[in-house]
């Protein structure tokens, strides 16, 4: 089916009390996997690209695979613009046939951050493509994007709530002790500043960074009140893995095709159990 704006399916993950995966895509493979595995598991799902994703495949041509995978299926799928950084950027998405977009001014003082996400949802929503905008920094690094642990901060509970207000986000990225990238030791999710979050603000509430993070700690986010979660690294380490297998097993081998398609089930396997974990399998 066409593609569906962002805000709809947290909305429905919102009353429903599950949450939904937004899985970065990067190629055909990716996008395949991830299109099917929602199809296989009933579950609405969000595709994302990343600025570098953008720079790496084209716009264009990241606008049609999705669209076309979404054709492909009757579950609902939206198309994310991941960490945009300009209101340029933003546009091009929205004119280009995104349905979300997130602009990341986590960067720039309060103030700064409210003005660049004001100025794009006042223009996404008029033609309905929904918002997250994020405050407080995650830490770690995701494409062009890097955030040293000492610059990192948690998201305080009175700004956020003031955030939303000034800036009418569908959609808000949190911090809260997750990371982009891979963990070392077990990451420590602040649940209490989480709570202290959703009693005072009414959008979407988004996990970033949450590859490798217990499937406990989780599960514990969702039930706070978490709608969106961020995974790309896990869908990175099964793609590179399967790939990696393929040339170490038969290393003749020279046809993309073998080569990169029993990758496609690795990843597959990967969103399939993460649907089921966010409890948004057979919500479609
Ligand atoms: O925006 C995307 C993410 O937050 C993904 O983070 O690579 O740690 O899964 P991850
Ligand atoms: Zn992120």
Redesign the pocket.
Known sequence: MPLVSGKEILQAAKEGGYAVG?F?VNNMEIIQAIVEAAEEEKSPVIL?A?QGAIKYAGLEYIVALVKTAADQVSVPVALNL??GTSFDQAMKCVRGGFTAVMIDGSHYPFEENVAIVKKVADVAHAVGISVEGELGR?G?T?DDISVDAKDAFMTDPKDAKKFVELTNVDALAVAIG????LYHGEPKLDFERLKEIRDVVDCAIVL?????VPDEAIKKAISVGVQKI?????I?LAFTQGVRKIIKEQPNEYDPRKILGPSKDAMKEVVKSKMRLFGSSNKA
Not at 230 to 234: A, G, K, L, M, S
């Open positions: 937004a970065n994302q990343s991941d960490h995650i770690g995701e997750t990371a982009h990238g970033h960074g949450a590859s490798g961020n995974i790309d690294t896990e990175r």
